[in-house]
């Protein structure tokens, strides 16, 4: 039986947390003037929740700035009221803005008949922070009130990330661990759906037995899905949560669908771990 493949909407259950900030000035000195961020990158954007189990209104995708004008693609889904809303990970495009105030709007284009998003969010002065602000949609048979979002934009995941593993849920054995090495090359551009296409290697040192996997996926918000094929077959299946600075990968599962090593058909099949880029 292969392993459950954790993609799509599933990466929903991972929701962004709640943060607080403060900040503090002093001094008679003059003001700068206003720079307008640059906000093209991953992102996702939700209605606020402080913990799974998901629900509301869910977008991962892709932005891109220029000055103060703002496109993006986002996967789309409403998971409270699925059907009125067309099905999950519709694919909507967005236009918008940002004033000197840093103060981001998006509204999109017409979905489920005539139903529209409409996102505000204001961009603190490192935008791979978490915004606060708001998301409502409006019009048609697919409504929700204005209620509290949060949205984040998320470093690209270019780099080498190294730790361990330990074996994973389906495995719940005490050995069989080791030392893992994810190499990770992010496209700046994204695809049609909003989300940024992965390569790289995965090595593993599993007690006698070393292995090197290529991988390819996405990076589609706070996850990362990647799979590595044999023989035109995804024989390993790797999840990840990011950090918005991406200098962490905090929970990194890896499936395989065989025994990862024919030398030792006694290894876990299943790991997980964090890695620290380096």
């Known amino acids: 039986m292969r392993p459950m493949q954790l993609r799509g909407v ?10 607080a900030g403060c900040g503090s000035s002093g001094g008679n000195h003059p003001t700068p003037a206003p720079v307008t961020p640059d906000l093209s990158g991953n992102w996702q954007i939700q209605a606020a929740a402080a913990a799974p189990p998901a629900s509301g209104i869910l977008m991962l995708g892709a932005l891109t700035s220029n000055g103060a004008n703002v496109t993006g693609t986002f996967q789309f889904s409403d998971l409270n ?37 409409k996102v505000q969010l204001a961009i603190p002065a490192l935008a ?9 949609i409006s019009g048609g048979n697919c409504t929700e009130p204005s209620t509290a979002a949060l949205g984040s934009l998320f470093a690209p995941l270019t780099g080498v990330y190294a730790g361990s593993v330990l074996p994973g849920p389906s495995n719940p054995a005490t050995t069989g661990g080791g030392p893992a090495t994810l190499t990770l090359t992010q496209s700046s551009t994204p695809n ?4 940024f296409p992965l390569s790289g290697t995965l090595s593993l040192t599993l007690g006698s037995c070393s292995l090197s996997r290529a991988l390819t996926g996405n990076a589609n918000g706070i996850v990362a899905n990647l799979a590595g094929f044999t023989a035109g077959f995804d024989d390993v299946n790797l999840v990840t949560a990011e950090q918005p600075d991406g200098a962490k990968l905090p929970t990194v599962t890896i499936f395989f669908v065989n025994p990862p ?17 380096q």
């Open 128 to 136: 791979t922070s978490y915004s606060a602000g708001t998301i409502e």
């Open 81 to 117: 009221q699925v059907q009125a809303c067309g099905g999950l990970q519709q694919v909507l495009a967005f236009t918008g803005s940002i004033d000197a105030g840093r103060n981001l709007t998006l509204t999109s284009a017409p979905f489920a008949g005539t139903s529209v998003v």
């Open 261 to 277: 090593c024919p030398a030792d058909t006694s290894l876990p099949t299943s790991y997980t771990g964090a890695l620290t880029r």
């Open 192 to 195: 049609s759906t909003g989300q």
């Open 10 to 19: 599933a990466s929903a259950l991972l929701f962004l947390p709640l943060l």
